[in-house]
Nanobody
Framework: QVQLVESGGGAVQAGGSLRLSCAASGSIFSSWTMGWYRQAPGKQRELVAIFSSGGSTNYADSVKGRFTISRDNAKNTVYLQMNSLKPEDTGVYYC?????????WGQGTQVTVSS
């Protein structure tokens, strides 16, 4: 069994910062890809950032330059540093890990950015 526990969400003013954390437990290896998705009210879930096992990263255009994804393989944890937050960043953020056909999601953490 693999479980993902997210933390770090909250409410901030525009221009503020938050750091999200997603800790994985169970049978997980460094070869698993880790990423963050978000879902705004009334919107579909969208990709925010991906950190592959090879160390490459990919960001949504809307967050590039403001968000940074990182991972600590020793702790089986992936982070999302969110700077210069905008109201449009508001939503529920979900951690996801994947390997081949295996896919696991975190429970989600609320991020609210006020204008």
């Amino acid at each position: 069994q693999v479980q993902l526990v997210e933390s770090g969400g909250g409410a901030v003013q525009a221009g503020g910062s938050l750091r999200l954390s997603c800790a994985a437990s169970g049978s997980i290896f460094s070869s698993w890809t880790m990423g963050w998705y978000r879902q705004a009210p009334g919107k579909q879930r969208e990709l925010v950032a991906i950190f592959s096992s090879g160390g490459s990263t990919n960001y949504a255009d809307s967050v590039k330059g403001r968000f940074t994804i990182s991972r600590d393989n020793a702790k089986n944890t992936v982070y999302l540093q969110m700077n210069s937050l905008k109201p449009e960043d508001t939503g529920v953020y979900y951690c996801r890990i994947s390997l081949a056909s295996y896919l696991y999601w975190g429970q989600g953490t609320q991020v609210t950015v006020s204008s």
